[in-house]
């Protein structure tokens, strides 16, 4: 319950923040109407909607660290934090505390993508819900990125990281705005360490409905998002110890 009443609070402050929520979820589909509309005016298939769709939908979701990790940042220096602390309020409770309210909206923000590629000319068919429910993971990856970037670093410093860096990492290693294999050597492998293609790649065989491919991609993303939360949970209870000692 304490766990719920602390994700009740976080949710609050989200819906506070409206400019950026808003920024948040529209900006990816901006990003998908511009380059929908490259499309339709150059002769080549660099944007096929449904290639580019999962693409948009996982770099959108590295605006949702940004919104984790700034959130953490903010209470970790509050006197809230303090007295959270005093509770019997674990690490994990803390974590999790921050992690349920960011989750509803970055599906919203993947449903949003979703939705307008619709309109955009998607085929309507179940594997558009199979592909949001294949993101989820990498919805915890960024959530967890954030989380632990805020638990580490000022919201200042989270606003770079997360704001700048990791925005251009996801977007460079995820083969949404090009094709990986047209680059190849050094880079593509670097970009097959990472999880951000493979979060795309998963999405891209749910919506064609090749099942079989989907997990070889999906079992990197729920890795990473595993160890990542780990970390951070961690981390956060060893900054925090250090911070109130």
């Known amino acids: 319950m304490k766990t719920l009443a602390l994700a009740k609070r976080n949710s609050k402050e989200i819906l506070r923040d409206k400019l950026n929520l808003a920024f948040g979820i529209g900006f990816p589909v901006v990003m998908l109407l511009l380059l929908t509309a490259i499309q339709s005016n150059i002769p080549a298939e660099l944007f096929v909607i449904d290639q580019l769709t999962p693409g948009i939908a996982v770099f959108g979701l590295s605006f949702i660290s940004l919104f984790s990790g700034m959130l953490i940042a903010k209470d970790r220096t509050s006197s809230l934090m303090l007295r959270l602390f005093t509770s019997p309020l674990k690490s994990s409770n803390f974590i999790i505390g921050y992690t349920l309210p960011l989750l509803p909206m970055a599906i919203l923000q993947v449903g949003a993508c979703f939705t307008v590629a619709i309109l955009l000319g998607l085929t309507v068919s179940l594997n558009i ?42 977007a460079w290693f995820s083969d949404t705005w090009f094709d990986l294999n ?13 999880p951000f293609a493979h979060a795309v790649y998963a999405a891209r065989a749910a919506i064609a409905g090749d099942y079989y491919a989907i997990f070889p991609h999906l079992w990197w993303v729920i890795g990473y998002a595993t160890v990542i939360m780990v970390i951070a949970i961690i981390v956060f209870t060893r900054k925090m110890s250090g911070d109130n000692n």
Do not use: H, M, R, Y
């Not at 915890?140 to 704001?163: N, P, R």
């Open 182 to 194: 047209l680059v190849g050597g050094l880079f593509k492998k670097i970009a097959e360490l990472l």
């Open 129 to 170: 819900l199979l592909s949001i429910i294949v993101l989820i993971p990498a919805a915890i990856l960024f959530i967890a990125i954030g989380l632990l970037c805020g638990s580490l670093f000022t919201d200042k410093q989270v606003g770079g990281l997360c704001g700048a860096l990791l925005t251009n990492l996801s």
